[in-house]
């Protein structure tokens, strides 16, 4: 290859790897509109802590369930047309959602919240499509920024509260709605397939059957239910539980998720770079033994602010090291051809492990003592079965059939 192609290759995939992952930061954005909020409409609407609990956990039910639809759809129609799809359909709940918030209707929000879950089923889509256009050995790179893309829960923590001061709260929801519809445009214009993208026409329920019967699938799938799901049950449960635990205003709390989401963000991409160095293993093996530790400590609510924000940002930390390293895993076992199949089925039960530790968290507090202990020892307990697991049944390596070695 010549010097020029090389530098045309690397500027297109630098350009698709961009566009990829900010379509995925709009859309996490749009996704996690309900969970910044919570607090707010659960005190407008005098809202039960189950109530509030199942408000916050619709949208990543439909948005874990879809990715298991777009994961296999990309494989056939391409990222691009899924990206541009995803985000033009993402707009009409978002607005229903700003004008239930604003009519004070708990059923309207409800209903709202659960069609708001097409926005969450972007991440199935990224992952084949960011694989496609880099080497095997930049797999855990390329998976890892694009998965940055979770950011846009943080934005939405940091920014929807305040943008909902300064300019209403149908405002705010139409705001996002234009960056969806801008976003569409770009990857319009500028968002291309990868040359070494293959069209799939094989039917999808045959493909997702397939993948179901692999190892792998399931194997991935636990792994990331506990790590990628950690993150998402806090990145939107966590201004409840700072609301509840440390008494901060609906401002505060959003500021201290954001800084959660963020070093997740921040180290997604190094446990996918790390997994490109080393056995994959050993990554998630880190960060499994560190998710349980953290979740131990703040079964003790470790006092503000700094205790309770280091406790929380390691946690963070351990989560994002280990979203990165199961979707690298993925990226080396999952069978050529079956890649958006595998991806969709193992980005649903990421969403679907968020999906239950917010209803979990709201039917086990214990208003008496003021604690959610049990929600997070359950935590701890799934994570150490997790380490044990992976320790003792996973191998370091595995070749690319998707099946472990004898």
């Known amino acids: 290859m010549s010097a020029g192609a090389q530098v045309t290759e690397k500027s297109a995939q630098v350009r698709n790897l961009v566009l990829a992952t900010w379509t995925s930061t709009i859309c996490f954005w749009a996704w996690n509109m309900i969970g910044p909020m919570s607090t707010t409409y659960s005190d407008r609407l005098h809202l039960s802590s189950s109530q509030a609990s199942m408000l916050v956990a619709t949208p990543i039910l439909v948005g874990s369930l879809g990715r298991i639809v777009t994961g296999p759809l990309t494989d056939r129609y391409g990222g691009r047309t899924l990206f541009i799809f995803v985000s033009l359909a993402s707009i009409v709940p978002v607005l229903a959602v700003g004008f239930s918030a604003a009519a004070d209707s708990y059923v309207m929000l409800l209903v709202s919240g659960f069609v708001l879950g097409i926005a969450g089923t972007v991440f199935a889509i990224g992952i084949p499509f960011a694989k496609s256009w880099y080497p095997p050995n930049r797999h855990g790179f390329a998976t890892g920024i694009f998965g940055a893309g979770m950011v846009g829960t943080a934005l939405s923590a940091f920014f929807t509260p305040r943008f909902v001061d300064w300019f209403g709260l149908v405002t705010t929801h139409l705001i996002i709605a234009i960056a969806l519809a801008a976003t569409a445009g770009l990857c319009l214009v500028a968002m291309s397939e990868s040359p070494s993208f293959v069209v799939h ?28 799901g950690g993150f998402v049950a806090f990145s939107n449960y966590l201004p409840t539980y700072i609301k509840t635990i440390y008494d901060f ?90 890649e958006g199949s595998v991806t969709g089925i193992v980005a649903a039960a990421g969403g679907l492990g968020g999906y239950f530790p917010p209803l979990v968290m709201g039917s086990t507090y214990d208003s008496v003592d003021n604690d959610y202990t049990v929600g997070l020892l359950l935590l701890v307990a799934t994570a150490l079965v997790g380490l044990l697991y992976t320790a003792l049944k996973l191998h370091a390596r595995e070749p690319d059939n998707g099946r472990a070695q004898p």
């Open 201 to 228: 026409t094989e039917p999808v329920l045959p493909k997702l059957a397939a993948a179901a019967k692999l190892r792998v699938t399931w194997e991935m799938s636990f792994l990331y239910a506990i790590v990628f």
């Open 249 to 338: 205003s609906t401002v505060d709390a959003g500021t201290r998720t954001a800084a959660f989401a963020l070093a997740a963000v921040v180290a997604r991409p190094i446990g996918g770079a790390l997994a490109d160095r080393i056995a994959p293993k050993w990554v998630v093996l880190f960060s499994l033994a560190g998710t349980a530790v953290m979740s131990a400590i703040a079964i003790f609510k470790p006092p503000p602010d700094v205790w309770s924000a280091v406790d929380f940002i390691l946690l963070a930390i351990f989560l994002g090291i280990g979203s990165g390293g199961v979707f690298a895993w993925v990226a080396r076992r999952a069978p050529a051809g079956s």
